[in-house]
């Protein structure tokens, strides 16, 4: 699918992951709508050129639902991406008690609610699209889970089951997305060098990318980013999570 002249949605798009994908799909020619909180955007200042900034929220219906209209209005809407998400802490059972229910429902409505929220409203509005060739292809959608959705450490247990959820959706929503000639993918990151690993000590940083087989280092968001562009470019890539980790299978704790 070629993504020059279409237009594009990416949620997260204030920072990390976002950002970069919300860059480099401009770079590519796309007409780029940037969706975050609005203090996202404050934090964050000019967005990327060429990337037109939206104030809201994931879980809100109309908030999306405005983004998306956005993006159509200024080009056919072929692509979303999902990279909005929050991480929580906190054990099953703890010598605190037993993990805070509304923290844990706060990381299943953003990561999972959330990004379905956006994926059945982008959906709505790439099937209303005219097909881009003579096998019906309209679209792709890429969403986000994270090696934790296999591998979740201990504390991990809000976020692990968020991303769990976005790693099952993948194929029954690819399934129920054929008949539109959408495609829908999921990256699953291992340990990226995004703002929210900024604040980590530089001895344990040098300790996580010791666990990474190779290459051994963090991984970049422009590396992200370059995964989103190939996945628009192969139209045989379907109903797939792909780990993007250096190979890390990560320990307990």
Known sequence: ???????????????????????????????????????????AGAPPTGVTPVGGDVTSAADVGAALGIASGLAPLRLAVNCAGIGTAGRV????????LDAFTR??????????NVLRLAAEAIAATEPVDDQGQRGVIVNTASIAAFDGQIGQIAYSA????????????????????IRVMTIAPG????????????????????NIPFPQRFGRPEEY?????????????????IRLDGSLRMPPR
């Open 1 to 43: 699918m070629q993504i020059n002249g279409c237009s594009a949605v990416v949620t997260g798009a204030a920072s990390g992951l976002g950002a970069a994908t919300a860059a480099a799909l401009s770079d590519a020619g796309a007409q780029v709508v940037g969706f975050d909180l609005a203090t996202g955007w404050e934090r």
């Open 93 to 100: 059972l703890s010598r605190k008690g037993p993990h805070d």
């Open 107 to 116: 990381t299943i409505s953003v990561n999972l609610v959330g990004t379905f």
């Open 162 to 181: 968020s991303k769990g959820g976005v790693v099952g959706m993948t194929l029954p929503a690819a399934r129920d997305l054929a008949q539109f000639g």
């Open 191 to 210: 340990i990226l060098d995004t703002p929210m690993m900024a604040g980590v000590a530089e001895e344990f940083r040098v300790a996580l990318a010791a």
């Open 225 to 241: 980013a370059g995964l989103v562009l190939s996945i628009a470019a192969q139209d045989y890539l379907n109903g797939e999570v």
